[in-house]
T-cell receptor
Framework: GESVGLHLPTLSVQEGDNSIINCAYS??????FIWYKQESGKGPQFIID?????DKRQGQRVTVLLNKTVKHLSLQIAATQPGDSAVYFC????????????FGTGTLLAVQP | EAGVAQSPRYKIIEKRQSVAFWCNPI?????LYWYQQILGQGPKLLIQ????????DSQLPKDRFSAERLKGVDSTLKIQPAKLEDSAVYLC?????????????FGSGTRLTVV
C-alpha cells in the first residue's frame, strides 16, 4: 500500500545546531514531494518542495535531499532557531488527475535554547 | 493575500449528533480539499473539489460524511451522525488549479471533539 513514514518521531536539538529530519516513502511512482511545518493550532505551512527529477533543492536555511534509489527524503535546517520548533511532515504526490497529498506521521522538532 | 478561512475553530458535540464545518478558500483558487488530521498523525485527504465538481472522494466515509461546494467557492463538510473516532482536526486547503501543487495552502482547521 501507500505510505510515507518518518524515522524519528521526536528530534531535540540545541539552538544554533543543524537539524536533519528524515522521511521514507514507499511509492516509486511519486514525483513530487513537499515538506510542511505545523505549529500548534495551525494548519501545515509549506517549507520547500522537490520534484523527482532533482536530488537537492535549497531554500532559505533549508535544504531538501531526495534519494530515489532508497526512497528517502530529508529536510536539513541550518542554524536551528527556537521558532523552528514544530511538527514537520513530508508529503508525496503521485501526479495524475488529483493533487492528493499523502502525509507521513510527522516529526516533532524541539529546539533547546 | 487572505488565507484559507475556516469556521468554527473548535466544536464539541456528543456522539450521534450532527456537525458542519465551513471553508472559504483563497480567492481564485479552483481546487478545494478537505483533510482529516487525527491527533499525532499526518492529514488524510477526505475529498477534493475542482470548482463545484468532485475529483476524489475515495476516502470519504459516505455513510456519515458529506461535502458540497455548490457555487465553486465556499464549501461545507458535514458529519451525521458523529462517532467518537471522528474526533480530529478538519483542515481545508485550496490550490490555484488541479494540476498545480504550488500555492497549495491550508487553513488553520476546525478541532472537533466528540464525547
Amino acid at each position: 500500500g501507500e505510505s510515507v513514514g518518518l524515522h524519528l518521531p521526536t528530534l531535540s536539538v540545541q539552538e544554533g545546531d543543524n537539524s536533519i529530519i528524515n522521511c521514507a516513502y514507499s511509492n516509486s511512482a511519486s514525483d513530487y514531494f513537499i515538506w510542511y511545518k505545523q505549529e500548534s493550532g495551525k494548519g501545515p505551512q509549506f517549507i520547500i518542495d522537490i520534484r523527482s527529477n532533482m536530488d537537492k533543492r535549497q531554500g532559505q536555511r533549508v535544504t531538501v535531499l531526495l534519494n530515489k534509489t532508497v526512497k528517502h527524503l530529508s529536510l536539513q535546517i541550518a542554524a536551528t532557531q527556537p521558532g523552528d520548533s514544530a511538527v514537520y511532515f513530508c508529503a508525496e504526490n503521485h501526479g495524475g488527475a488529483t493533487n492528493k497529498l499523502i502525509f507521513g506521521t510527522g516529526t516533532l522538532l524541539a529546539v533547546q535554547p | 493575500e487572505a488565507g484559507v478561512a475556516q469556521s468554527p475553530r473548535y466544536k464539541i458535540i456528543e456522539k450521534r449528533q450532527s456537525v458542519a464545518f465551513w471553508c472559504n478558500p483563497i480567492s481564485g483558487h479552483a481546487t478545494l480539499y478537505w483533510y482529516q488530521q487525527i491527533l499525532g498523525q499526518g492529514p488524510k485527504l477526505l475529498i477534493q473539489f475542482q470548482n463545484n465538481g468532485v475529483v476524489d472522494d475515495s476516502q470519504l466515509p459516505k455513510d456519515r460524511f458529506s461535502a458540497e461546494r455548490l457555487k465553486g467557492v465556499d464549501s461545507t463538510l458535514k458529519i451525521q451522525p458523529a462517532k467518537l473516532e471522528d474526533s480530529a482536526v478538519y483542515l481545508c486547503a485550496s490550490s490555484p488549479a488541479a494540476v498545480s501543487l504550488r500555492g497549495y495552502t491550508f487553513g488553520s482547521g476546525t478541532r472537533l471533539t466528540v464525547v
